[in-house]
């Protein structure tokens, strides 16, 4: 009953700031022409950016900018600072959720083992002959960027910045991929006493002309679901490759895998797509383990029997 009292509570305080019942929803720019925005936009270091008459997400214009790494990208400045973190609306679901479009796609491939965020955007193809489920023209377009960099100004001169892997599924139709940055992540939380937004820096991992068609402050508590994964029959020295499938709504998702259970739980390689070779006969269990890379939501995890004959 307790419980139910403190739930009944939270749930009159978000139905009296978001009011009807709404998720949270803040936008900070909607593909309106930015005049009427109210939006400044500046390079940032050596990149460069500008108003797009390329369509939004919902609106007629899109904000076009050049980056050529983390440090070098595009500033939004807002004449009027948005309120972003009142402290009666704030959770830690909250996402900073920008909608992009990248210049540069490449199949999904194998991550390339040990990848710093900085160095490069390849995928290793799969190999031309391999022992699995999917082929490779069945593996979606994603972008060459692997993770997108922002940092945000308050007016009242705070700065946070934070960084996310870009999310390795496919986009809607006309191209737009949603980035999810939580709202923790960048340290913000009901104690931070507001943040009333007045500037945003964005910068990407590699070079790339990015487009934003939407950016706001939303809500996802969607938890971390994982497909299952096949069992499999194969023989020694088959190259098997693994897709793994994940969704937790707008958040981005780390996939972790392990191929043999019986020494315990470790990280033998990571990406949605892997591949790996069984030596010796023998029945091993493949682990798949999902997780945010902020920890927000609870991991989620599937195994499945390779029987190496
Ligand atoms: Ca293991």
């Known amino acids: 009953m307790r419980q139910y009292l403190a739930r009944a509570t939270v749930f009159l305080l978000l139905f009296g700031a978001c009011g009807a019942g709404e998720a949270r929803d803040v936008f900070l720019y909607r593909g309106d022409p930015l005049d009427a925005a109210g939006i400044e936009v500046s390079a940032w270091g050596d990149g460069s950016v500008r108003e797009s008459q390329e369509p939004g997400v919902t609106g007629t214009r899109s904000i076009e900018f050049n980056t050529k790494g983390l440090f070098s990208g595009a500033f939004l400045t807002w004449k009027n600072p948005v309120e972003i973190a009142e402290p009666s609306a704030i959770s830690r679901f909250d996402y900073l959720l920008l909608r992009l479009r990248f210049n540069q796609t490449t199949r999904l491939g194998i991550e390339e083992p040990g990848l710093a965020p ?85 910068s990407a991992d590699i070079e790339d002309k990015i487009w934003i068609g939407e950016i706001r402050i939303t809500t996802d508590d969607s938890p971390i679901y994982v497909d299952s994964l096949d069992d499999q029959d194969v023989g020694t020295q088959d190259v098997i490759v693994l897709v793994g499938s994940a969704d937790a709504g707008i958040t981005s998702l780390l996939y972790s895998w392990d191929f043999d259970e019986k020494d315990g739980i470790q990280e033998d390689a990571r990406g949605r797509v892997v591949q790996v070779v069984y030596r010796r006969t023998g029945t091993y269990t493949v682990t798949l383990t999902v997780r945010d890379p902020d920890g927000i939501k609870q991991p989620a995890s599937t195994k499945a029997q390779i029987t190496v004959n």
Request: without cysteine.
């Open 118 to 202: 900085n160095i490069k955007g390849d995928y290793r193809p799969l190999p031309m002959d391999y022992y699995g489920n999917y082929f490779g023209e069945d593996l979606p377009m994603v972008p060459k960027v692997r993770r997108i960099r922002v940092i945000l100004y308050s007016a009242d001169g705070r700065a946070v910045s934070h960084s996310v892997p870009v999310v390795h599924k496919t986009t809607d139709e006309d191209g737009w991929f949603a980035v999810a940055l939580p709202l923790a992540g960048f340290g913000l939380t009901a104690q931070s006493n507001g943040f009333p937004l007045q500037r945003m820096a964005i």
